[in-house]
């Protein structure tokens, strides 16, 4: 299924995560970024995501709170080249009492080309239980907040269709 994505000017007015440069050592045999470090983008990228929701070390460690990704789905839509200077940006699309669901986008700014994205679903973890489990009230509206202010762009995110929160 061809889904349509969007420009780099339409990813650009989302919230950025972070900037990174490609360094040599991710180059494979093809010449070109090895599919494991776009994955090492996007965790990267998680930080920054986690920090915009108000989530710090206490989280994990004081109220014994996470997260379990259970779903991606990535296009891969151009190469990343050594050298060349990344940016990270995210949407929040909805989200349930347990899960939230995003797409996260690489944007090649060497090239002005949109790399890759990831779309995801995300679930709150009880790190004691080592389950699943509802998000505290302040972290539910912090992603409430999220999802109305990434969902102000003009343009449909391009999800696969086949998951939700």
Partial sequence: MRVEQPTTEQVRELPRLMQHPV???????????NVKYYMTLYDLGGLPMLSAMGIDEAYFLERRCGFFDLEHHIFYLSELHVGDR??????????SQKRFHGIMFIVNDSRDLLASTLEFVT????????????????????????????GRPSWSPPLCGVMSA
């Fill in 23 to 33: 360094p040599p050592e991710w180059e494979d045999q093809n010449g070109h970024v």
């Fill in 86 to 95: 990344i940016n990270i940006y995210l949407r929040l699309v909805n989200r």
């Fill in 123 to 150: 679930s709150g973890a009880d790190l004691d239980e080592r389950r699943t489990a509802a998000f505290p009230d302040d972290v539910a509206a912090r992603l409430d907040r999220m999802i109305e202010e990434h």
